[in-house]
């Protein structure tokens, strides 16, 4: 038998007299494990369900990797290069590499009776992989997009259509300008978006791949460039690397350089913002496990007070330090194990709530995002609640040690 564990247990299930000082020091300190690990829970969800919601929306306008002329990367400017069916079958067939997708960028200025605004018209063709933008499209519906002929239709944001006083269904005109020529095309609002992604709904509308194509001047499968989506975002640079191997540094029917980069290199900017959420995720984390430690030292050093007279009884019989002492850390170990049950079912019961019913709303100006996105893992929630229970344990070992000091014959006289 284990005598520690014996003792603990019937320590912890005796309820005494309720008037003993120990009672609410557990209770407290019950409660301060399992608040530390709710908000633990919590804040990992948070900040998991941003990046995560961020960064989909990032890659849905840019993929994962692109494959450019190397002039586009160098410059401000897009340069042509050719993406014919070969590059199309290389690129394809590269290993991590799941989708590949053409896309030509012109910029133009669309115009109404009252407005006109500026914008970035990105031709797609009919191999787009329109799930994300279909997963944001708030009015209308997603154009068979053309490679081979100009279907006049486009696809806007809410903020477009809300300064140019647009919906679905009205035609508006278009302009481009190229050297000395102006031209003119009429296009037909297919569909509205919105994604809450400011620098991209001012400025991103989607139309054909041909007719993105066909306003540059280019020649016959020459587009900006071909969009990569890979299986496994966490070996995006692996991917790349094959990519790097197979097509970087060779060059087109028209003498062009084939180049490559990574959607990181492409926004490095909002992924050093994403990347700093993760310091206060650490911080938070640390202080909840603070939070915890500190309750359970009060209260363990409060318990070990008012059962004086029992660890002197203890040692009276030929308990060891050790035995008494592990006997106290079992005690904390059940109290902790209680307070990491209830900081589970309130932390993920609270993240599963904004799942359903979206109950915590934001400033999409702001973040970027209507709800306060939440993503819950249940292996970090595991880990978390292991990393608890073995930190608020190893803090309680050097308290524990102040059994030793307690001598059994004055500990008999101990009120």
Same mark, same amino acid.
């Given at each position: ?18 008037? $003993? ?27 998991? /369900? ?6 989909? $929306? ?52 669309? $115009? ?10 990105? /031709? ?15 009015? &209308? ?37 190229? &050297? ?97 959420? *993760? ?6 984390? &640390? ?24 660890? /002197? ?9 050790? +035995? ?19 900081? *589970?079912?309130? /932390? ?9 019913? &979206? ?6 100006? +702001? ?20 990393? +608890? ?27």
């Amino acid at each position: 038998m284990n005598l520690p564990l014996f003792i603990a247990r019937r320590i912890h299930s005796d309820k005494g007299d309720r008037r $003993k000082v120990s009672r609410p020091a557990i209770h407290i300190a019950t409660i301060g494990v399992a608040i530390g690990l709710a908000v633990m829970i919590i804040t990992v969800s948070v900040v998991l /369900g941003f990046k995560h919601t961020i960064r989909d $929306k990032v890659v849905g306008f840019g993929s994962h990797i692109q494959v450019l002329n190397l002039m586009s990367i160098n410059n401000s400017e897009t340069y042509p290069i050719s993406i014919n069916d070969s590059m199309m079958n290389v690129l394809s067939h590269i290993e991590g590499v799941r989708h590949v997708q053409r896309f030509a960028m012109t910029q133009g200025i669309l $115009k109404t009776d009252e407005d006109f605004l500026g914008v970035v018209f990105k /031709g797609v063709g009919p191999e787009f992989d329109s799930t994300f933008i279909s997963q944001n499209l708030i009015e &209308g519906e997603v154009p068979a997009f053309s490679d081979t002929k100009a279907q006049q239709k486009i696809l806007v944001s809410r903020m477009m259509a809300d300064k140019l006083k647009l919906k679905t269904g009205d035609r508006v005109y278009a302009y481009f300008i190229g &050297g000395d020529d102006v031209r003119v095309r009429r296009f037909t609002i297919s569909g509205i978006y919105q994604t809450n992604m400011t620098r991209f709904d001012e400025q991103i509308c989607f139309t054909d791949l041909y007719t993105a194509a066909k306003l540059n001047g280019w020649f016959p499968h020459q587009y900006s460039g071909a969009e990569l989506l890979v299986d496994d975002f966490d070996r995006i640079e692996a991917t790349e690397q094959h990519v790097v191997e197979q097509v970087n540094r060779s060059h087109d029917e028209y003498n062009n350089t084939y180049s490559s980069q990574n959607i990181h290199d492409a926004y490095p900017q909002v992924f050093s913002w994403l990347e700093l959420l *993760d310091i206060n995720v650490w911080i938070i984390l &640390g202080l909840m496990v603070c939070l915890a430690g500190i309750t359970m030292t009060s209260g363990l050093l409060i318990i070990i007070l008012e059962r004086t007279s029992m660890i /002197g009884v203890l040692k009276a019989l030929g308990a060891r330090n050790d +035995t008494v002492r592990h006997t106290f850390l079992w005690f904390a170990a059940f109290i902790i194990g209680r307070g990491l049950i209830i900081g *589970d079912i309130l /932390g993920i019961g609270l993240v599963l709530m904004q799942q359903l019913t &979206g109950f915590v709303s934001l400033d999409p100006q +702001t973040y970027y995002v209507s709800e306060a996105p939440v993503e819950l893992n249940i292996p970090i929630v595991i880990v978390l609640n292991v990393a +608890t229970l073995f930190i608020s344990i190893s803090v309680l070992i050097i308290p524990s040690f102040f059994i030793s000091h307690i001598h059994p014959a004055k500990s008999m006289r101990y009120e």
